[in-house]
Nanobody, 131 residues
Framework: EVQLQASGGGLVQAGGSLRLSCAAS????????????LGWFRQAPGKEREGISC????????HYADSVKGRFTISNDNAKNTVYLQMNSLKPEDTAVYSC????????????????????WGQGTLVTVSS
């Protein structure tokens, strides 16, 4: 059974940092010949879910939404089958439930932020940024 387990959320002051982790089980990042697209999404209260970043486990290529570019960094550890999201310079508007997702293949700049691109989803972890 494929599972994605997100963790690392919490309460932080504006300007602070958090690192989210998403551990995968039931598959490994190098199972598929060209690897997996590993994405992070977030959903703020009253807003639609937003795709914010993606990394291709096969070649390490990354994509970021403009809202987080320069502040967030996505990475993965294939040995640990875990994808991370390092979040720096956090703002109150980053407050949301953050979820990870995965799909066979790689990320593409024009589609990585569509939920339909992903086959597997983890539960969310809440990030609250206070002003």
């Amino acid at each position: 059974e494929v599972q994605l387990q997100a963790s690392g959320g919490g309460l932080v002051q504006a300007g602070g940092s958090l690192r989210l982790s998403c551990a995968a089980s039931g598959f490994t990042f190098d199972d598929y010949p060209i690897g997996y697209a590993l994405g992070w999404f977030r959903q703020a209260p009253g807003k639609e879910r937003e795709g914010i970043s993606c990394i291709s486990s096969g070649d390490g290529s990354t994509h970021y939404a403009d809202s987080v570019k320069g502040r967030f960094t996505i990475s993965n550890d294939n040995a640990k089958n875990t994808v991370y999201l390092q979040m720096n310079s956090l703002k109150p508007e980053d407050t949301a439930v953050y979820s990870c997702a995965a799909a066979e293949g790689r990320c593409y700049s024009g589609t990585y932020y569509y939920m339909s691109e992903y086959d597997y989803w983890g539960q969310g972890t809440l990030v609250t940024v206070s002003s």
